[in-house]
């Protein structure tokens, strides 16, 4: 069982910038491929950003194109979220996921067997 745990989280203000970790316990993520997801209160689950393990391509929602960054260290087998120029809106639980290598869906939360607890980003002044 792959168990996977976030980190990075906080209460930051808007502008500011986190970086979120994703790393799994017993297992290195690198033949994974994995998403970033995040829910807000009465929204549904939704996706921010995936990468995928065959290719390294990348997927990012609209609203986080060019202020969110994806990208794996496989040596530390983690994946990290960089979220810089951060807003209100970005305020959510966010999760980091994880399949095995398809070419289904990149971001689609239906499609990520494995999934953290959580973090939580607060973008506030």
């Known amino acids: 069982q792959l168990h996977l745990v976030e980190s990075g989280g906080g209460l930051v203000q808007p502008g500011g910038s986190l970086r979120l970790s994703c790393a799994a316990s017993r297992f290195t993520l690198d033949y994974y491929d994995i998403g970033w997801f995040r829910q807000a209160p009465g929204k549904e689950r939704e996706g921010v950003s995936c990468?995928?393990?065959?290719?390294?391509?990348?997927n990012y929602t609209d609203s986080v194109k060019g202020r969110f960054t994806i990208s794996r260290d496989n040596a530390k087998g983690t994946v990290y979220l960089q979220m810089n120029s951060l807003k209100p809106e970005d305020t959510a639980v966010y999760y980091c996921?994880?399949?095995?290598?398809?070419?289904?869906?990149?971001?689609?939360?239906?499609?990520?067997?494995?999934w953290g607890q959580g973090t939580q980003v607060t973008v506030s002044s």
């Open positions: 990468i995928s393990s065959r290719d390294g391509s990348v």
């Open positions: 996921a994880a399949r095995f290598p398809s070419v289904q869906a990149m971001c689609a939360p239906y499609e990520y067997d494995y």
